[in-house]
């Protein structure tokens, strides 16, 4: 089963507000990934984050890996209406079958003009 | 380059029969992953290859359900006797290192599964 949780499910903003996403694992994870998927379309990968406390930006995106490597957030400045989809974390866990990256259930983000 | 391919793009079956569902990853990609989507939720593990082998196989339901990659490309999903249950988006991915460097996956379009 899935062992990333992620919150909210849904969110509406309008045009040019922030967003942000949380993501939450019971267990420490080995790095965190995180996915854009376009209604219809399939996951895209955005960025990978590896060390304790890591910050990465990507243009309006700020991606954070906590200190205890075991939440992650995706913070959205200024929102776009490209910016529509479903944002998953994906946390890569080492177990007795092996590494195996866990999707959460992800956000779906809606923002109108 | 081309990506991860999947076929077919939409399989409606009936109840208890038997489907195939093929992969082709991004040539020279050590990695192929099948996930399973359902709607409003995220992918969920199914299996992973590195290589021919199948490396954990620990998300496959039952044993219903089967996989394989024997010349380390292609990969095919197979559901024996299939049930409503088993309706949802099959997605494949693959990546240029094994699971355990964090590599990103990289999707197929997925084929979705329908079993009336």
């Known amino acids: 089963g899935q062992q990333v949780m992620q919150i909210p499910q849904y969110q509406h903003v309008q045009e040019g507000e922030d967003f942000t996403t949380y993501c939450n694992s019971s267990?420490?994870?080995?790095?965190i990934q995180w996915y854009k998927q376009r209604p219809g379309g399939h996951p895209v990968f955005l960025i990978q984050l590896v060390k304790s406390g890591e910050v990465k930006k990507q243009k309006r995106l700020t991606f954070q890996f906590g200190e205890a490597k075991k939440n992650s957030s995706l913070h959205i400045t200024a929102t776009q209406t490209t910016d529509v989809g479903t944002y998953f974390c994906?946390?890569?866990?080492?177990?007795?079958?092996?590494?195996?990256?866990?999707f959460g259930k992800g956000t779906s983000l809606l923002v109108t003009p | 380059g081309a990506g991860v391919s999947q076929t077919p793009s939409n399989k409606v079956t009936e109840k208890g029969k038997y489907v195939e569902l093929r992969c082709d990853p991004i040539s020279g990609h050590t990695a192929l992953y099948w996930y399973r989507q359902s709607l409003g939720q995220g992918p969920e593990f199914l299996i992973y290859?590195?290589?021919?082998?199948?490396?954990?196989d620990s998300g496959l339901p039952n044993d219903r359900f089967f996989a394989v990659r024997p010349e380390g490309s292609v990969s095919t999903l197979k559901i024996q006797r299939t049930e409503r249950g088993d309706s949802a988006v099959y997605l494949c991915?693959?990546?240029?290192?094994?699971?355990?460097?964090?590599?990103?996956?990289?999707f197929g379009n997925g084929t979705r599964l329908t079993v009336t």
């Open positions: 290859f590195q290589g021919t082998g199948a490396a954990d």
């Open positions: 991915a693959s990546s240029a290192q094994l699971a355990g460097s964090g590599s990103p996956l990289h």
């Open positions: 267990t420490t994870l080995s790095n």
């Open positions: 994906a946390g890569l866990l080492y177990s007795n079958s092996g590494y195996a990256l866990n």
